[in-house]
């Protein structure tokens, strides 16, 4: 995964045909593109002229460059599938953000996944989704049943998310919400929409590991600003904002993922008014929020839906099966935005849509989610006390939510212990998946409703040594 | 929507400001490029040096763009968001796809749309679906109705869908399908994983318009290949290949989208033949392949899925609302799509894959489809003769599906026959909406599924005057 000198190509002209391959399997060069000068392949890879030339003349021979004549060689093989895996700087797979989704959504093996980012089944309201089902076989309309709906989404769902952004202090109307399969598309159609290759999104240190790869996926240069346990790190920031002129600062207020932390008021006021020069969008990831126990300050709420666009998705309280989350912005943006969606993909189910805005309505969602911060708040303080005796301590004491950042005893490493537990079919979430900088190696992110029993305590105990 | 003379702005400093800043919002120019000099600037609009000078100057003052000593003016707006209707290089709406595809989803209003893709919700199989709705509502386990899925999709549907491929001859496995929320948005995730903005995709003249619109978000080169009552004009076909190098082919083998017209078996093999040298990929969409009372041709049989992309969805037999669809495609191919789908949409949902697949398994489904194929060759035969009065003549005899493309009598343009039809709210879909090269003038295509009644005909017999 890295240009490295360790490979089965023994030769230093396999070395230099190595690189440019790699180099066109990355499409960091793409086809008709010049590739460097045998002078300067010669220099950076300290190998002699005669050694490049041998290697270029080979890559013509095989159609993968093209010489021409007194201008050099350009790329001749067709582009390259993109490749995010090829694109990871994360050698080790264990904190390969790739890796660790691909190994939580893996279902039915036997393994135990305190890793993975939700709650299990048994925590959902089963009642209530099975009454939705019924109702839709009964009464559901046929063009509900059967038909694309709007590319904004179902008009009922989106007056009942407004009337919940107002609930938040989130000024909206509904033509600046838009229904999306989840809150990943959210985030990835806004990307789609304000980004191109190599412009710079700020995120947290640490932030949800999927951010990163999503983000790569759009080719964007990634910086990441530290999370204290108030908020970003506003003196960074602002060195960050002036010195990257970021396009898009990609963050959560409230039960920060991982960390558990949540922004303060003066944080997001000083943030918001840094960041107004530059431009800056700021995408608040709200999808924790309905687990904190007292609401934390939204930057949305602050800011009016200006330079804040809010996403969020029902897929942590009530279904991930249902494939349902929102936009809300700017309705220019908005409508912009739901071009963007029908055009790659039409709209969201107008069935589920109606599913959730059936769970929504009744009253019975606020019951649930009361129930499950209860009983997420007992479950934390069983998990930490569990922990502590292994050393393992929080980095804050999280206001709600279902994980615990911690930090390992000293001398730990948690890619490695993630690799023992792995064995022990013990699927972890080690910190440096989510740290941009590589800094979080005692780090470990803990989903404390998926650690029941003592399986996931012993085999911790075994990797920590 | 042009860069035209004919704007607010009447002098001439003011259309040298507007040309500029056009080409920001649309992204021609992105922060930090050079915008042309004043030289080159002053000659291509045919004005005086002096008169572009005042308007860098004042666009300066107004922080657009940025002198730089010596070496000209560089972009210092912001990027503007991603606009799909100022990418646009349709100036008449009616046959703007995005237009089109806005009207057709728009819901509830009392109008008639001959112009959409889709069967009215009369025909669809609503007791199959209350039927699946019910079972899943009793029998749906923990992780189909709560669960995030594996990014490729439910194992029961794949294994499905791989079964239906081998019968109409598209040998493959499990590991070569995906499930996906659309065709549509199976479309978009291979243009993701294979195309560079810029790179050349060959559609068929004319094609589906959301085509047009999904390259556009792309910003592929998009070269239309005419289409003949046996598939693609294979000489133009070739020279096109030649000429652009196309990185993927997108069409419809069976009931091609506008034309009704199938592939046959010479033209299917030529075509893979001639585009084997060019490493070309070809993306066959075969969404309508069910209505096709004898299976045509398909190019994913002939090929086995090396080159060729096999993308369809049950959209248009069981259900838009349940979004599902596939891909098939090469194993290798497949992982990488299935990383990307996983990075910016996590998966599928499970749930709806469970109804497809309950709807698919017990038979009722062919014999569902059967019925519709009866309804649809009778309802063609009508609406054929019905046009006939108007002088309004089929390209082709489809054989199979809904559309009718369809000539006007000679002397009618079908972008002001629409326009017309519109005010008397009956949504038609003209040629040109589908074409690339705009020679589709004359043409309409006609969903007869959705012209029950005289009104469509009453609103045709007045605007074609």
Redesign the interface.
């Known amino acids: 995964m890295v240009e490295s000198a360790e490979h089965l190509e023994p030769t230093l002209v396999g070395q230099v045909m190595r690189l440019i391959q790699t180099r066109i399997d990355r ?1 960091q060069y ?1 086809p008709g593109a010049r590739i460097p000068s045998v002078r300067a392949m010669a220099e950076s890879m300290g190998v002699s002229k005669s050694t490049v030339v041998e290697a270029y003349g080979r890559l013509a021979a095989e159609g993968i460059v093209q010489p021409r004549l007194g201008s050099g060689f350009y790329v001749a093989a ?2 390259a ?5 090829e694109l990871s700087a994360d050698t080790d797979p264990t904190v390969d ?2 890796w660790v ?2 190994q939580s ?3 039915g093996e036997d393994s135990l996944r305190p890793g993975c980012g ?1 709650l299990p ?2 925590w ?1 309201p ?1 009642e209530m ?3 939705a ?2 109702s ?3 009464d ?1 309309s ?10 904004q989404g179902a008009d009922t769902l989106r007056a009942l998310i407004t009337r919940r952004l107002l609930e938040q202090g989130v000024e909206a109307v509904p033509d600046q919400v838009m229904i999306t ?2 809150c ?2 959210a985030i ?1 159609l806004v990307c ?5 290759p190599g ?1 710079t999104v700020l995120v947290d240190d640490p932030c949800y590991f ?1 951010f990163k ?2 983000l ?2 759009h080719r964007a240069h990634v910086v990441g600003v530290p999370f204290t346990a108030n908020g970003p790190d506003l003196s960074v920031f602002a060195s960050l904002l002036e010195a990257h002129r970021p ?1 898009i600062y990609l963050t959560n207020s409230g039960l920060q993922n991982p960390t558990g932390a949540s922004l303060t008021a003066p944080v997001a006021h000083r943030l918001l008014k840094l960041s107004e020069p530059y ?1 800056l969008v700021i995408v608040e990831d709200d999808i924790f929020g309905d687990f904190e126990e007292q609401p934390s300050p939204r930057l949305a709420a602050f800011d009016g839906l200006d330079r804040v666009v809010r996403v969020s998705s029902f ?1 942590k309280t009530l ?5 349902c989350g929102y936009i809300a912005c700017r309705p220019d ?1 908005l409508r ?1 935005l739901a ?2 969606r ?11 849509a109606e599913l959730v805005a059936s769970m929504l309505m009744d009253g019975s969602y606020r019951r649930h989610v009361e129930r499950i911060r209860t009983r997420l708040s007992q479950q934390r303080q069983i998990v930490k006390t569990k922990l502590a005796r292994l050393g393992i301590v929080p980095f804050v004491e999280p206001a709600g939510g279902m994980f615990l950042w911690c930090q390992l005893p000293e001398g730990c490493d948690a890619a490695k212990v993630a690799r023992l537990a792995r064995a022990e079919n013990v699927v972890l979430a080690p910190g440096n998946a989510f740290s941009v900088s590589g800094a979080a190696t005692r780090f470990v992110r803990f989903n404390v409703t998926q650690m029941e029993g003592d399986k996931v305590y012993a085999a911790l105990r075994r990797a920590i040594g």
Chains 1, 2 share one sequence.
Do not use: C, I
């Open positions: 499409r793409t067709p582009l599938p993109l490749n995010l895996a953000p790739l989704m691909r959504l893996r279902p939700w089944e048994s959902m089963h989704m099975r009454k089902l019924r839709a076989a009964r559901g046929g063009p509900t049943l059967f038909e694309y709906g709007p590319a399969d989840s990943t598309q990835d789609r929409f304000l980004l191109e412009d999927n790869a999503l790569r996926a396009r431009g897929s279904s991930a099966s249902m494939r943006w912009g071009d963007l029908m055009v790659t993909g039409m709209a969201s189910s107008p069935l589920n």
